[in-house]
DNA sequence: GACAGTATGTCACTAAGTGACACCCACCAC
DNA sequence: GTGGTGGGTGTCACTTAGTGACATACTGTC
C-alpha cells in the first residue's frame, strides 16, 4: 500500500511536470506574442488541446502559467548546487557541473526554446505587472530551497535568522543576474554567443553568491563537521 | 499655468496616498479577520464608505490594497537611508535617524496600529499566496529604490550589473529582516518590548546591509569623489 | 473483466476588474 | 452672479478569471 501509493504517486508527478511544463510552453509563446491582457484561458487551454477547467486544475492564475518555463533552468542551477561538495569551492563546482550539463553528460537537456521563452517572459515582466509578480513568486520558491542548502551547508536550522539572510541574498543576486543575462540575450537579437563562455558565467554567479553572503558561503570547508 | 499644475498635482498626490491608506487599513482589518477569500471588493467599499468602482480605480488588485499599510515602515527606512551622509557609518545613521524617530523629532508618525497590522498582512502572506505576490511586487519596489540609494553613495548608474546585485541584496536582507521581526512581535502577543532597544535594531539592520553587500554598502566614506 | 483512483470535460456560477457615461465639486475667467 | 474646465466619483452593463459539482474516460491492480 505504501509501495503503491509512493510509485503511482511518483508516476503522476513526472506527468503532472511534463504537463505543466507543455502548457506552460505554449501559455508563453501566446503571452509574447498578443501580450498577455489579450490572451485569453480560453485560448491557452485551445493552443495546448485541453479543457480551460483543466488548465485552472494545473495552474492557480492565468500568468503563473508562465512559471515552469520560467523556473527550469533556475531549479537546474539549485539541483547544481544541492550537489555541491563540502570540500570544494563554488567557483570550481559550478564550473565543473555546467561544463558538464553542456557536454550531456548529466541530467537535464534544458531546451534552448525553452531558455529563450523563458527570458521573454522574464523581458515581458517589466511591462505586466502580473507577470512580474508570477516571477518573483517563482523566485520566493527558489529563496527557500537556497535557505536549505545554504543551512545544510554550514550546519544550521533552516529557520535561522542569519541562514535565512544568506538564502534570499543569494537567491536574490540569483535572480539579478538571470535577469541581466536574459536582458543582454534578447537585446543582442537572441544571441547567446556572448555567455558561451561557460566557466566565465560559472564564475560570475559563484562571485555573486559569495559577494551576497559575505563570504559565508562560496568557500570550500574543511569539514570538521559531520 | 505650471505652477498651477505642479500645485493641484502635489495635492492630489498626497489625498490619492492618503486615500489609499485609507483604503488599505480597512482592507487590512477585513484580510485578518475574516481570510482574504472571503473578503470582496464590496465589502472593502463598504467598509471605506465608497463605491465598489473607486476601490479598482486606487488598486489593481484585491489583494494589492494591502500595500500601502505595509509598505509604511519600509518607506520610513528608505527615506531615512536616502538621508545617509557619505562620511558617517550606516550604524552610526540608522541609530541616530531611529531614535530620532521615536523621539518624534523628525517626519513621519507610523501609526503603531498600522504597523501591527503591516505585521499581520505579512504573516497572512504565510498562507495566501496572493497577499504574498503582493509583498513581493512591493519589496521589489524597495529593491529599485535601493539600487538608487547604493548606486549615488558609490558614484555608479543605477543600472550597473554591480549595483542592482548590492541593491537586490539589500532589499531582500531588508525584507528578510522585517518578516523576521514582524513574526516575532507576532508570536509574542503583539508585543514590541522585545525590539525597543532601538541601537541594537539599527545595528541589525546595519549589519545585514552591511553583509549582504559584501561590505560595499556601510562603511563611511572618505569621500574622494564629488 | 470488475474495481479503485485519478485526470479530464461540461456546465452553472461567483466575483474581480474594466469601459462608458453622467455627475458633482472645486477652481478660474469674465 | 454665469459659464466653463478638469479631476474624482457613482452607476451600470459587461468580460473573463477562477471554482464547485457532477459525469465520464483513462490507468493500473487484483
Not at 9 to 15: L, N, P
Not at 62 to 79: F, R
Not at 85 to 101: F, K, N, Q, V, Y
Request: net charge negative; glycine share 8%.
Amino acid at each position: 500500500m505504501e509501495a503503491h501509493k509512493r510509485s503511482t504517486g511518483a508516476m503522476s508527478e513526472q506527468r503532472r511536470a511534463r504537463l505543466r511544463l507543455e502548457i506552460s510552453r505554449e501559455a508563453a509563446r501566446l503571452f509574447w506574442d498578443k501580450g498577455v491582457a489579450a490572451t485569453s484561458g480560453d485560448q491557452i487551454a485551445a493552443a495546448v488541446g485541453l479543457s480551460t477547467r483543466t488548465i485552472w486544475r494545473h495552474f492557480r492564475s492565468k500568468e503563473s502559467c508562465a512559471e515552469p518555463i520560467v523556473m527550469q533552468g533556475v531549479v537546474t542551477l539549485l539541483g547544481v548546487l544541492r550537489r555541491w561538495p563540502r570540500r570544494r569551492s563554488l567557483e570550481d563546482h559550478l564550473t565543473a557541473e555546467l561544463t558538464g550539463i553542456r557536454n550531456g553528460d548529466t541530467t537535464p537537456p534544458v531546451d534552448l526554446a525553452d531558455e529563450l521563452l523563458a527570458m521573454r517572459m522574464i523581458r515581458l515582466a517589466d511591462t505586466e505587472p502580473a507577470l512580474r509578480a508570477a516571477w518573483l513568486m517563482a523566485c520566493d520558491q527558489v529563496e527557500r530551497e537556497m535557505c536549505v542548502i545554504v543551512g545544510e551547508r554550514l550546519g544550521r536550522p533552516v529557520d535561522d535568522l542569519e541562514i535565512r539572510l544568506y538564502g534570499a541574498s543569494a537567491a536574490s543576486a540569483v535572480r539579478v543576474l538571470d535577469e541581466h543575462i536574459g536582458a543582454v540575450v534578447l537585446a543582442a537579437g537572441e544571441d547567446f554567443t556572448e555567455f558561451s563562455d561557460v566557466p566565465a558565467l560559472a564564475r560570475r554567479y559563484a562571485e555573486a553568491i559569495r559577494t551576497a553572503t559575505g563570504g559565508a558561503i562560496g568557500d570550500p570547508l574543511d569539514d570538521l563537521i559531520g
